[in-house]
C-alpha cells in the first residue's frame, strides 16, 4: 500500500489540479500537506490581505477534503524538514507539486528536489496555475517575449488544446499526528479593516460562483463595462487565480460552455486576451527575475525620481491626496483588499508621475494591501504604468484623474460610494471640487495634493532629462 504527499501551495482546489490527479491515480494514500513557511519568501511573503484570503482558503479546502473523510494538514516549515518529517511518519515514497514562478521559489523548488531524490523520494511536479509553461513559449530567434501583442497571438493558438480535469470521485486520505490547527498561524489581520472583505468568498466554490456571475452578466458586455469602476464590469477572480482556487483552463471552458449554451453567443475574446496579460506578467517574471525590483527598461535607472515624501506617500495610502477619483480608489483598497483595474492604473499614474514617487513604493503598498497580490502582475502593472516596464504606458502618457473620472464615472457613482464628503456635489464639482471654493471648505474634503497641471509639467520636464543620462540604479526603501 503506497502513499504520496500532495504538497499543496498556490493550488488550492481539487478540480483540475494536475498533481493531485496523478498522486491519486499512482497511490493508494494521499496527504493532502500544506506547509506554512513565509520566511522562505523573505520580502515577499504574503502581505495582510492575502494572509486574510489564505485563512480563508485554507480553511474552504480543509472543508472539501472533509467530503473525502480526511482534513488538510497543516504545518509549520522549513519545508524540506517538514517534508521529511511527514515522509517518515506516513512511509511517504512521493512527493507531488503544482509549480510556482517566483525566483526565489523556484530556487526553493530546486533545492527540495535534490534533497529529497537523493533520499530516495520520488518528486513529481506538475502545471496548474497557467495555459503556457514560461519555457515553452518564444520567439522565432528563441528569446523571451517582451512586448504583449506578439506573446498573445502565439499564447492564443495554444489555449484551447486541453480541457480541465473533473474533481477526484474519491480520495483515501492519510493524517498526521503532529499537524496543526489553522487558527494557530495566526493569518487573519488584527486590524479593522478587514471588515469589509466579507463581499469575498475564498475557496474552490466561491471561485465557481464568481465565474459563474460574470459568465451570466459580466462577459457578454465586458468590453464596454470593464472600464466602469461603479458597475462589476470585470470578472473580479484575480484572487482567485491568484491562490489557484480555479484554474485558466476552467475559466476559459467555463465561458465557452456558457456562451454555447446562451442565445446571444457572446464574445469572450476580449476576456481572454485579458487573462493572456496575466500569463505575459508570469512570463517576464520567470525570464526576467529582478523585475519587482529593478526597472525592466535599464534607461529608467538614470531617471530624477523627487525625493521620498512621507507626507505624500501617507495621503496618498490614506484616500486623503484630494483628487476625487483617486481617493475614491484607495478607500476601496482599503476597505475591500481590491481596486478596480482602470482605478489602479489612475492611482499609480498620480504616485509615480504628478508625485514623482517611486514605483516601488506603491508595488510595496498594493502588495500588503490587495487581497489578489501577485508578484508577476503587481511588478508588471507598476512598471507599465511608470514607463519602465516591458510594453509599457509611455512615460509621457500622464492620466489626467478629472477627466478620467468624468469619463468613466460620469455621474460620479463610484466617487460617491467611496467618498461621501462629495456625496452632494453637484456636476462637475465631484471630479474637481476644488473648482468651487466655498463647496470645498463646507464639504470637509481635503485640498489637492498637487497641481495636476504643473506636476504634469514637472513630470515631462524630469522625463526629457533621460536623455543621453547615464544609468545609474539606486536602492529604493519603503520605510
Known sequence: MSTAIIWFRRDLRLADHPALTAAIQAHDHVLPLYIHAPEEE?????????????????????TSLGRHRGRLQIVEGPSIDALRAAIRETGATAVYFSRLYEPYLIKRDKAVRQALEEDGVEVISSNAALWCEPWEIATKQDDPYRVFTPFWRNLRTRIDENAPLDAPGSMSLASLSHARPLDELKLLPTRDWARGFGEWTPGEQGAHDMLELFADDGVGHYVEGRDIPARHGTSRLSPHLHFGEISPLQVAAGLRAHAARTKNKPDIEPYLRQLGWREFG???????????????????????WAKRDRHALRRWKQGKTGIPIVDAGMRE????????????????????KNLRQHWVLGEKWFWNTLVDADLANNAMGWQWVSGSGADASPYFRIFNPVT????????????????????????????????????????????????LKASRDDALTAYQSLKGARAEAAPVSEE
Request: charged share 25%; glycine share 6%; aromatic share 14%.
Open 42 to 62: 523573505g520580502e515577499w511573503a504574503p502581505g495582510e490581505a492575502s494572509q486574510w484570503w489564505l485563512h480563508h482558503s485554507l480553511e474552504a479546502l480543509d
Open 282 to 304: 508570469h512570463h517576464l517574471l520567470y525570464h526576467f527575475p529582478k523585475t519587482p525590483r529593478e526597472n525592466f527598461n535599464p534607461k529608467f535607472d538614470a531617471f530624477r
Open 333 to 352: 483598497l482599503w476597505a475591500t483588499g481590491w481596486m478596480h483595474n482602470r482605478v489602479r492604473m489612475l492611482v499609480a499614474s498620480l504616485l509615480t
Open 404 to 451: 478620467q473620472s468624468e469619463k468613466f464615472d460620469p455621474d460620479g457613482a463610484y466617487i460617491r460610494r467611496w467618498v461621501p464628503e462629495l456625496a452632494d456635489a453637484k456636476g462637475r464639482l465631484v471630479h474637481a471640487p476644488w473648482e468651487d471654493e466655498a463647496y470645498l471648505d463646507r464639504s470637509g474634503y481635503p485640498r489637492p495634493l498637487v497641481d
